[in-house]
């Protein structure tokens, strides 16, 4: 079973950036599909960057021009670069695949955008 595991949030100023890293306990080669999903407190966990196994991405329209999803499937890593944050980007950060059985959902890791 593979597991995923968060990390790089924190608390940053509005305008600021942070890179999160999903590092997986085994292969995410055979994953089509993975994404990073964020839940807000009182907020339904929401899917907010995918990407392919060919590198194609895709992004919901309050992150566009601002987050950027990339992977490493040698590293068994994705990542998310996120740039220009806004307080509304507040919320705990999880990875997973998109499409297939989901995995165990991760602690996640936190980001805070205040001032």
């Known amino acids: 079973q593979v597991q995923f595991v968060e990390s790089g949030g924190g608390l940053v100023q509005p305008g600021g950036s942070l890179r999160l890293s999903c590092a997986a306990s085994?292969?995410?080669?055979?994953?089509?599909?993975m994404g990073w999903y964020r839940q807000a407190p009182g907020k339904q966990r929401e899917l907010v960057a995918s990407?392919?196994?060919?590198?194609?991405?895709n992004y919901v329209d309050s992150v566009k021009g601002r987050f950027t999803i990339s992977r490493d499937n040698a590293k068994n890593t994705v990542y998310l670069q996120m740039n220009s944050l806004k307080p509304e980007d507040t919320a705990v950060y999880y990875c997973?695949?998109?499409?297939?059985?989901?995995?165990?959902w991760g602690q996640g890791t936190q980001v805070t955008v205040s001032s």
């Open positions: 997973n695949a998109v499409l297939g059985p989901k995995s165990r």
């Open positions: 085994g292969s995410i080669f055979s994953i089509y599909v």
């Open positions: 990407i392919l196994d060919d590198d194609k991405t």
